[in-house]
C-alpha cells in the first residue's frame, strides 16, 4: 500500500507540474481552459472533467471547457446556481466535494444524463480568484473509485 501511494503521488505530482507550467508559460486563459481538464481527468483517472465559472450576477454557471462530456452536455450549456446542482452545491461548501458512490444521499441532485451514462462517483473542487469563487472543476466516472483521496492528494 505504502508503494502504490507514493506512485499515485508521484502521478499527481507530475500532473499538477503540468497544469503549473501550462497556466504559467499560456498567456491565452483560454488555452488553460481546454487545455487543464484533460491533465486533470488524466491525474485523477476520471472519464470525464468539466470546468464550470458562475456568471457575472452570481445566477447559474456556464460550462466552459470539458473533456470526456457525456450526452447532454456542451460547452455552452447552463445550470442554474441553486444549492440541488453540484456545481451550486460545491459553491455553498466552498471546498471540495467527494462522492464516491452516487447511490448515497449526496446533497445534490444528479443530472438525469449523468444517472443514464452510468456514473458512479463525483468530484468538485471550488475555482476561486482572488478569494472569491468563481466556479468549480467537476469529474465524473463510472467507477465508484476514491476520489476522496485524490481530492486530498
Known amino acids: 500500500p505504502r508503494v502504490q501511494q507514493a506512485l499515485r503521488r508521484a502521478r499527481y505530482s507530475e500532473h499538477l507540474a ?3 507550467r501550462l497556466a504559467v508559460d499560456e498567456r491565452d486563459p483560454q488555452v488553460v481552459l481546454v487545455h487543464g ?4 481527468a488524466e491525474a485523477l483517472q476520471a472519464d470525464s472533467a468539466m470546468v464550470f465559472l458562475l456568471d457575472g450576477n452570481g445566477v447559474e454557471f456556464s460550462l466552459v471547457s470539458g473533456v470526456g462530456l457525456l450526452d447532454g452536455e456542451h460547452v455552452g450549456m447552463r445550470l442554474p446556481n441553486l444549492p440541488d446542482t453540484l ?9 471540495p466535494v467527494a462522492v464516491p458512490e452516487l447511490d448515497h444521499d449526496s446533497g445534490f441532485a444528479l443530472p438525469a444524463h449523468c444517472v443514464a451514462a452510468g456514473v458512479q462517483a463525483m468530484l468538485a473542487v471550488p475555482l476561486s480568484d482572488r478569494g472569491r469563487t468563481i466556479g468549480c472543476v467537476l469529474f465524473a466516472d463510472a467507477a465508484k473509485i476514491d476520489l476522496h483521496a485524490a481530492a486530498h492528494s
Open 18 to 20: 503540468q497544469l503549473g
Open 37 to 40: 481538464p484533460a491533465v486533470a
Open 87 to 95: 456545481p451550486g452545491y460545491v459553491l455553498r461548501q466552498g471546498r
